[in-house]
């Protein structure tokens, strides 16, 4: 099993930056694909950026040239830098790792807030 647990978020005025953590329990090199997600209320879901395994990443367009996702192998953690922040980023954020070895399946942390503020 591998329990991820994402930090970082907070409040921070329109325009700013945050920089989210998600630390895993375990190993990550065995994760075919990282990601991040958020989720604002009352709104489903959605994919904010990935990277996988070979590190090639996707972003969704409303983050793109804003948002960069990294995983550092040898703290086996993922990262997502957030600049120019705007209110609609608000949301709880969360982080996942998918393993097809393994830890099959997609694990899930609890989320971390995040609150920007116009």
């Known amino acids: 099993q591998v329990r991820l647990v994402e930090s970082g978020g907070g409040l921070v005025q329109a325009g700013g930056s945050l920089r989210l953590s998600c630390s895993a329990s375990?190993?990550?090199?065995?994760?075919?694909?990282m990601a991040w997600y958020r989720q604002a209320p009352g709104k489903e879901r959605e994919l904010v950026a990935s990277v996988t395994n070979g590190a090639v990443t996707n972003y969704a367009d409303f983050v793109k040239g804003r948002f960069t996702i990294s995983r550092l192998y040898a703290k086996n953690t993922i990262y997502l830098q957030m600049n120019s922040l705007k209110p609609e980023d608000a949301g709880a954020y969360y982080c996942?790792?998918?393993?097809?070895?393994?830890?099959?399946?997609?694990?899930w942390g609890q989320g971390t807030q995040v609150t920007v503020s116009s």
């Open positions: 996942t790792a998918r393993f097809i070895v393994g830890p099959t399946g997609t694990h």
């Open positions: 375990g190993t990550l090199i065995g994760a075919k694909t």
